[in-house]
């Protein structure tokens, strides 16, 4: 059984060792470990992978001993994932299906390893492609007027179905602080500009309108503040004058597509620690 | 004798036909030919190349026929330039030295076919380098005070030597309106940001702190307002977690050598045409 | 009406002013004009869009006259395709479903303006997406013993829908020159490496044998040569020792996906020519 | 005092918590770790920096302890280097002088950390370079008759000022086995194309010929097959049909500059390994 661990707690001398001793002398051997320190903040994060032979029976054991022996006196926040589990993600979509289509397809390639339960959208339209890929669609529409009901439907889905993380598929809606409560650094969001460059609405418009060389998709968890929240991902592609706004759409439709994809690809592969608002992205 | 053509107009059917025709009939060979039409701005934009057997003789003759036969009648701004010509680029820097290296070693490589009448600092540091490379270096030391005399030694020298144009090749002062009036679209910056994301001072740390995955770097020309002229070129390059601000200094140098060498030799090659604060670059 | 002339002749002085003033006197407006010359074969090549506004009744008429008054004297190749036109395009597939997936998205979503009358593939796993997109899927089966006989099915399905090209999207059979010879330069094949680097069976496998940092996807036409027709495009994508066979081939998907999807839009758009087995790719 | 360890050993459980608590023990703070397995090839790497106090006295303790306790029995190969060690850097040069610069440059600003007792070339083109720097340099012709004599003169060079390692900045000879088996490793390359493809001479000229979208370049150790040694950097820039071989290599010698400079960066910061032909690269 593959057991990774996430950790991060202030700096300090001997962490490595000891904890790298306390997973071999638990039965399990060490197949990845990669390290950080954040000299600002003075906080270490580990990510360690091991692979435990007789892990199935001792498993809470080992958990408790951890906590134990090494969490709390090192004042750790940290977690623990087991190889056999698939999280559960759903899906917030409107009206732009290119990215529904890239994640539904790396779903049902394999290359995704999620259970997705739902899908959730304020719009009709992409109820087909769920259909396709026997997904179940909720139509829950978003007005002015609704907005807190259909939140609530929201989150009774959501429960019900044990989500563990959101992806916003070009969702179209500003998922409120309830929801960003529920899920914090669980809600993956994708925008269509460089950021911190174009946050905000039309951002290819703007982009345009700048005439910039170069325009990008930058995926972030979801945070109070509009388009400001730890980045996972970003990428960027040339552009020219010869190009249209149409043509800034299209071209970025693809990158939005990588980038979101990756970044769903590290959040699932529990490569990515938050921490004062950026992330540490293990490789 | 070649001779580049650059113009801009009203759209309007029938402009590259007429000036085909008009360089055919006064003796040139199109060797070269680039139009875009911005259809926002209704604007009509065409670079081309003309090689000229008997050009020298009738020099005078062509352009004064080209003005009154086509660019009135078409409301054109237009510009000719000639293969014999150098044209005569300023430098302006400070203490960094890695921009001016890369500028002069392509100088004397003969990559870059301008002539250096002469670097001004407003710092003493890099006055070796101009004494390697043979160029007449000027220390104007800028401060609160002198600012305005400054500029004048600066203006006088630029008339005195005929400059075409302007490199700020990281020069760590505002130039001011004056100069801007004197060069306008002549005046080229490399600004260590992926414009329009962090302008203004200290983007390096301002990126760091915003946690972003890819910096970047914009070669601009300059206008009243701060990093926000037409943007010449732009590159980008990965960052992650294990960068420190250092590093993001140091890879940022890289980019902003590259982008700045390109924008100038863009503009050297008169492949640059500046509408509404946006760039139309040829290829 | 929008007519795209595309013209190759051998190099001289006045091609473009006689064409543009043709264009213009047979009623057409210039939208867009774009020029090469191949200096070592002396060839000049050049794409042109013009708007005609009265192009319908007299298409006949402009296209004789071209060929007579123009296309004869500078001894051109040349064609013209008009706007209402959509090329139909034929899709052959194994057993990879991402490239198919990926140009079916597209073209539902109408970013790639074709018609699909089929798809043809030598297994049976992909007809579920075919049916998806309600596009007709014939299983040909291709053995050592049965190849001349499913060649012949591939060429009567394609005559039979006047397929103007064909991509083959993974397909996992070496063409044969008949079908070549049927369609010069209109077959658009994807290669997963960085040709000319690991032609042939297995590139990832290669490419991760050899250790590079950096792998890539090359979509050309089909040639007699295996994976050594012209060039269309082609991207890279870095990689490092973490990454195992596997992760090449999983990154590489993605850099398929693009590479195939961005030379099928160019030859959609009449924006390929090609001589001496390089092509010309205007912007 | 910082301490560097690279250690590589057959793959076997517990090795990292054994070198940890070492390290632990021995007074080292560990301030960076990065392990790698090659499942093909069984094998272990790791780098470690470890901080230590007191080390000054105890070095030659701890290297012999270690050696004893934990390199003898997990069969490793490893070395350790210290924080205040410079490496000295040989350069071999011929004509072209890009390279040469940029690296002067790095040095002579501190970006690149090492001391270069001398530059060798076969031509005498570059001594005025090597003057404006103040590093020796060494006029050693080779011609078809005097490449053992030459060699003799490299290598005594090489042995006088104790050099670490070689860098051939774009030197236009083949260096010979004898010069290879001396510094195995240790002599690094710079190859104007993205190899594997276009090994050997003039691959601009059969990149262009080829007609392919994108050039690259290779930095790599160079072994007694032509240009076929584990490859540390690559990169790669966009070309089109626009370009000619002089366009490629101008671009060219831009992508040169970057991947050999940083390829020279990770070999004297300590991040590469090289096994089974290939490298591994630590972050």
New interface residues.
């Given amino acids: 059984m593959k057991a990774t661990f996430l950790i991060h707690c202030p700096d300090q ?2 962490i ?2 000891t904890v ?2 306390f ?2 002398q638990s039965g399990g ?11 600002q903040a003075e906080v270490f994060f580990m990510r360690l992978e091991g692979e435990f032979t007789q892990f199935d029976k001792a498993e809470s054991q080992i958990e408790e001993n951890f906590e134990k022996e090494i969490a709390v006196p090192y004042a750790m926040e940290w977690s623990v994932h087991y190889g056999n589990e698939k999280p559960k993600m759903a899906l917030f979509v409107s009206k732009y ?2 990215c529904l ?1 890239d994640l539904l ?1 790396r779903y049902s ?1 394999g ?1 995704l390893s999620v259970e997705i339960p739902f899908i959730i959208s304020n719009h009709n339209e992409l109820q087909n492609i769920a259909k ?1 890929f026997k997904i179940p669609f909720y139509h829950i529409p978003v007005t002015r007027d609704n907005k807190s009901a259909a939140e609530e439907k929201q989150l009774k889905l959501l429960k019900e179905h044990m989500v563990d993380f959101i992806v916003l598929a070009r969702y179209m809606q500003i998922v409120t602080s309830r929801l960003i409560e529920e899920y914090p650094n669980k809600i993956i969001n994708i925008h269509h500009s ?5 946050a905000g609405a039309k951002p290819y418009h703007a982009a345009f309108n ?5 325009i ?1 998709a930058t995926s972030h968890y979801v945070t109070e503040e509009l388009d400001a929240g ?7 592609t040339r552009v ?3 190009h ?1 706004v149409s043509d800034f759409i ?1 071209k970025g439709r ?1 990158l939005e597509k ?1 980038v979101l994809s990756r970044a769903v690809q590290l959040h699932v592969n529990r490569k990515t620690m938050v921490y004062n ?5 293990f ?1």
């Fill in positions: 001398p001997g490595i060792s790298t001793s997973i071999q051997n060490i197949v990845y470990l990669d390290q950080h320190v954040d000299k299906n290119h289509y397809i390639s290359e396709q460089f950021l911190p460059a174009f700048r005439g910039v060389k170069i990008g730890p980045i996972i991902e970003q990428d960027t020219s004058h010869v249209k299209e693809d990588l608002n950026k992330t540490v992205i490789t």
